[in-house]
């Protein structure tokens, strides 16, 4: 069998989890769904897919002693800081030229560092499947998500015929990306049953990738050509990056390659999935009272209602005659908003960044 490679993405800031999240303790480090970090769950979940020591982790160079800290199973070597972020099209690119020094033809999955997935087994077999399809042809792979409800908060992959059969399951043409729809638009694609949530997991070989980022994204594919160089000629990775990396054009990978390639395919999941995305989406992981209030750690409730509380351990939340708020415990802040305005924490997060830089 050829040899297969997994990529994960753990460079975000995650300041829609202010104030648990923070700039060197971002949500891939922290348990807001269950009791280790997302970012262990996620390594976690690789046994029997992947040894250890075929697993990369990209993410940014202040994060990178965290995220040892936190995964010691992780190879010092392949955890690889990125110098400045330069969005996810650069770092797809970076990937692909770690996975090409170990072997350029080997097929590797790119993977999101802070999603919930209890169904390890199943998402090992769709991923195999995957690989398959990535080994077989020149193709981009994604995996779709069979959407549940009309999700608004997700983009959405248009499914269209079944291409050749080359894996054990179905593998489909992605006629196109869709951006997060209104709610109306989000029903009408549950109703279709062709539109699948995107999760942002990637499996291909590095010369696929590679040749569509020079023949979409000319610009970038000239800076990791300079990034490789650099890298052969100094035979150390930090200080390429550090040269080239802030000079790479910053745009999504969605945007510049995926939205426009033709030779994209996708594999339906059959795993749970979940990329808890804001506050509230933590309240689909925990049981209710008989009021519908949510506690992670210790909280009482008295006529209260529709509330979510997250407090670290040895603090007690109690609410009383409220209803609809999110109230987040964490060391030196605490936050209070109402379930209408989680969109917003990230902008109250960077607010209290620019008064109060200690608590970012």
Not at 124 to 140: N, Q
């Amino acid at each position: 069998m050829k040899n297969r490679y997994v990529v994960i993405m753990a460079g975000g800031r995650g300041e829609r989890f202010w104030p648990q999240s923070r700039l060197k303790r971002p949500k891939h480090l922290l348990p807001i769904v269950g009791d280790s970090a997302m970012l262990a769950q996620t390594i976690a979940r690789l046994d029997g897919l992947v040894p250890a020591e075929r697993v990369f982790v990209i993410t940014n160079a202040e994060q990178r002693d965290s995220v040892l800290e936190t995964c010691p199973s992780l190879v010092p070597e392949r955890v690889i800081g990125e110098p400045v972020g330069r969005d996810t099209a650069a770092a797809v690119g970076l990937a692909a030229l770690l996975v090409e020094k170990e072997d350029e033809d080997a097929a590797f999955a790119l993977l999101p560092a802070d999603h919930v997935i209890e169904d390890g087994a199943g998402f090992r077999s769709v991923l195999s499947s995957a690989f398959d399809a990535a080994e077989a042809d020149d193709l981009l792979v994604t995996v779709g998500i069979k959407p549940s409800f009309p999700a608004t908060g997700y983009g959405y992959l248009h499914c269209g015929e079944e291409v050749v059969k080359m894996t054990s399951r179905a593998v489909s043409k992605v006629q196109r990306f869709v951006e997060k729809p209104n709610l109306d638009t989000a029903k009408d694609y549950l109703e279709d049953g062709h539109y699948f949530w995107n999760a942002g997991m990637f499996v291909w070989r590095p010369s696929v990738i590679l040749s569509e980022i020079d023949r979409l994204v000319p610009d970038l594919s000239a800076g990791l050509q300079e990034l490789r160089s650099s890298w052969a000629k100094t035979s150390n990775l930090t200080d390429a990056m550090r040269e080239v990396y802030p000079n790479l054009k910053k745009i999504s990978i969605d945007f510049a390659v995926m939205e426009q390639a033709n030779q994209v395919v996708m594999l339906e999941s059959d795993f749970d999935w979940d990329d808890v995305g804001e506050w509230p989406a933590i309240a689909r992981h925990y049981p209710a009272d008989q009021k519908g209030n949510v506690f992670k750690g210790a909280g009482v409730a008295m006529d209260a209602s529709n509330n979510l509380t997250f407090a670290e351990p040895g603090h007690c939340v109690t609410l009383l005659g409220v209803k609809d708020l999110i109230v987040v415990q964490s060391g030196d802040a605490t936050m209070v908003c109402h379930k209408d305005c989680a969109q917003q924490v990230k902008a109250l997060a960077q607010e209290v960044s620019e008064k109060h830089p200690h608590l970012s």
